[in-house]
C-alpha cells in the first residue's frame, strides 16, 4: 500500500527557514506530479507550489521566491524549502502526490500524506 510520508514541519520564527520532506513509500515506478498543500484556520487549502517529473514547477504567487520545491524521482520524494517565512505562512502543509504507477501495472490517480504542522511566530 502506497503511503506519503511527511516530515520536517515545526515552530520557527519570522525569517527562518524550514525543509518539508515527503517521501512516497510502495513498489512505485514513476509519479506524474507532486505538490504541497496548505490549509491555514478558517480558510482553504491552497496549492504552494508543484512538480512534474519532468522538473517542471509551479508557485503560487505568495511564495514565489522564498520557496523552492524539488524531487528525487528514484526516492519518490518531494521537498519544499521554505525561506524568509512570514507568520501567514502558518498552516498544515500536505503533500500530494498525482497519477502514481506501480511497477505491477496499477495505481493511483492521487493520494495525500497527512499533514504536517508549519507555525512561524516570534
Known amino acids: 500500500q502506497v503511503q506519503l510520508v511527511e516530515s520536517g514541519g515545526g515552530l520557527v520564527q519570522p525569517g527562518g527557514s524550514l525543509r518539508l520532506s515527503c517521501a512516497a513509500s510502495?513498489?512505485?515506478?514513476?509519479?506524474?506530479?507532486m505538490n504541497w498543500y496548505r490549509q491555514a484556520p478558517g480558510k482553504e487549502r491552497e496549492l504552494v507550489a508543484g512538480?512534474?517529473?519532468?522538473?517542471?514547477?509551479n508557485y503560487e504567487d505568495s511564495v514565489k521566491g522564498r520557496f523552492a520545491i524539488s524531487r528525487d524521482n528514484a526516492k519518490n520524494t518531494v521537498y519544499l524549502q521554505m525561506n524568509s517565512l512570514k507568520p501567514e505562512d502558518t498552516a498544515v502543509y500536505y503533500c500530494?502526490?498525482?497519477?502514481?504507477?506501480?511497477?505491477?501495472?496499477?495505481?493511483?490517480?492521487?493520494?495525500w500524506g497527512q499533514g504536517t504542522q508549519v507555525t512561524v511566530s516570534s
Open positions: 500530494n502526490a498525482v497519477g502514481i504507477r506501480y511497477y505491477s501495472g496499477t495505481g493511483y490517480p492521487t493520494l
Open positions: 512538480i512534474s517529473s519532468g522538473g517542471t514547477t
Open positions: 510502495g513498489s512505485i515506478r514513476s509519479i506524474n506530479v
